[in-house]
């Protein structure tokens, strides 16, 4: 188990910057991955970006550009850097730990969300 705590999120104005934390109550080196997905009121949750124990990065194609994912495994902290902020980024954005089995399945872990809000 572990508890991932987000912070950060808040209100922007579009074209602004916010700059997302999640803390890992245990070494984020661990998971195979981390990321932070987003989900807005109505649809599905969405993967925004995600970073192997690597440093591997992978983006949602329209987030390529402007959104930044990075990691300190000393401080067991998954950032998320957001910039060029749009209405339309608006959403409660998640910290997710994943671990991936042999047998293909995986485990996931989630944080209680932190809520962003860009305002036109």
């Known amino acids: 188990q572990v508890q991932l705590v987000e912070s950060g999120g808040g209100l922007a104005q579009a074209g602004g910057s916010l700059r997302l934390s999640c803390a890992a109550s245990?070494?984020?080196?661990?998971?195979?991955?981390m990321g932070w997905y987003r989900q807005a009121p109505g649809n599905q949750r969405d993967l925004v970006a995600d970073?192997?124990?690597?440093?591997?990065?992978n983006y949602a194609d329209s987030l390529k550009g402007r959104f930044t994912i990075s990691r300190d495994n000393a401080k067991n902290t998954v950032y998320l850097q957001m910039d060029s902020l749009k209405p339309e980024d608006t959403a409660v954005y998640y910290c997710?730990?994943?671990?991936?089995?042999?047998?293909?399945?995986?485990?996931?872990?989630w944080g209680q969300g932190t809520q962003v809000t860009v305002s036109s």
């Open positions: 997710n730990a994943r671990n991936l089995r042999w047998n293909g399945n995986r485990d996931d872990y």
């Open positions: 245990r070494s984020i080196f661990t998971f195979n991955s």
């Open positions: 970073i192997t124990k690597s440093g591997s990065t």
